[in-house]
């Protein structure tokens, strides 16, 4: 009966794992989104919503916003990633499309984990309100 109960255990832990959420880091912090069936075209760029673990609905197309270190050469950085357009927003911020069918989040991790690079982000799409 005890081993029959941990292997069930065992197997909901797995399973749960396999499921993991998509994930990016927001101010240091690591935020867990889940995707969510709504999904929208703007301008020829579809959007996909999440749900973050806080309880915030988010758009996602396919942008980064990406902030270099100081003194940092952020193109040369950017030139060594699968992307199809940077955009220098100001000297340490750029905003970099990523090519079809690229993770987002997988990429937006990656670049958050060069030395080069002090954050990075998915481009969220923000719903406009009326006043």
């Excluded at 197997?11 to 709504?38: P, T």
């Excluded at 750029?94 to 690229?102: D, I, R, S």
């Amino acid at each position: 009966m005890k081993k029959s109960f941990i292997l069930v255990l065992l197997g909901l832990g797995l399973g749960f794992s396999a499921c993991a959420n998509d994930f990016y880091y927001e101010h240091g912090e690591k935020v867990e989104v889940s995707k969510l069936k709504e999904t929208r075209i703007i301008n020829d760029s579809a959007i996909n919503y999440y749900m973050t673990s806080t309880g915030h609905k988010v758009g996602v197309n396919n942008e980064i916003i990406v902030q270099c270190e100081k003194n940092v050469d952020c193109m040369n950085v950017l030139k060594k990633y699968h992307l199809t357009h940077v955009e220098k927003l100001s000297n340490i911020l750029f905003l970099v499309k990523l090519v079809e069918g690229e993770d987002i989040f997988k990429l937006s991790q990656k670049l958050y984990n060069d030395s080069a690079i002090k954050s990075a982000h998915p481009n969220f799409i923000q719903n406009r309100k009326m006043r």
